[in-house]
C-alpha cells in the first residue's frame, strides 16, 4: 500500500493561493485530491491519471479554472496550486492515490484509491 503524506496547507485571505504538495513512497497511476470540512461529505477536487504515457487530468466544478494539479510523472510528488481561494474552500485536504489508471468516472469515487494522507488543513478567511 502506498504511503503519502501531504504539506503546503495554512491560512489565507480570500482571493490568496496556497500550493499542496504531497510525496508518495512509490510510484502512482492515479493522485487526487479530496477535501473534507465539518459536517460535510468528503468531496473530490481534482485527479491526475496517467493513460497511454500522458496526465490526464480531471476537477470538480466547484474548482474548475482555479485549481490546477499536477505530477512530472508517476514516481514524482503531486501538486495543487489553489488560487481565487474563497472561504468555501477551507477544508481538510487529504491525497489519494492508487497504483493503477483510472477512467474519466472512477477517478472521482473515493473507492478507486488504496493510499490515502492524513491531510492538511486550509483556511480561507474572508
Known amino acids: 500500500q502506498v504511503q503519502l503524506e501531504e504539506s503546503g496547507g495554512g491560512s489565507v485571505q480570500s482571493g490568496g493561493s496556497l500550493r499542496l504538495s504531497c510525496a508518495a513512497s512509490?510510484?502512482?497511476?492515479?493522485s487526487a485530491w479530496f477535501r473534507q470540512s465539518p459536517g460535510k461529505e468528503r468531496e473530490f477536487v481534482a485527479a491526475?491519471?496517467?493513460?497511454?504515457?500522458?496526465?490526464?487530468?480531471y476537477y470538480s466544478d466547484s474548482v474548475k479554472g482555479r485549481f490546477t494539479i499536477s505530477q512530472a510523472d508517476t514516481k514524482k510528488p503531486t501538486f495543487l496550486q489553489m488560487a481565487s481561494l474563497k472561504p468555501e474552500d477551507t477544508a481538510l485536504y487529504h491525497c489519494?492515490?492508487?497504483?493503477?489508471?483510472?477512467?474519466?468516472?472512477?477517478?472521482?469515487?473515493?473507492?478507486?484509491?488504496?493510499?490515502w494522507g492524513k491531510g492538511t488543513q486550509v483556511t480561507v478567511s474572508s
Open positions: 512509490g510510484r502512482t497511476m492515479t
Open positions: 489519494a492515490a492508487a497504483t493503477y489508471w483510472g477512467t474519466s468516472s472512477s477517478v472521482y469515487d473515493a473507492d478507486l484509491y488504496h493510499g
Open positions: 491526475v491519471t496517467w493513460v497511454g504515457g500522458g496526465p490526464s487530468t
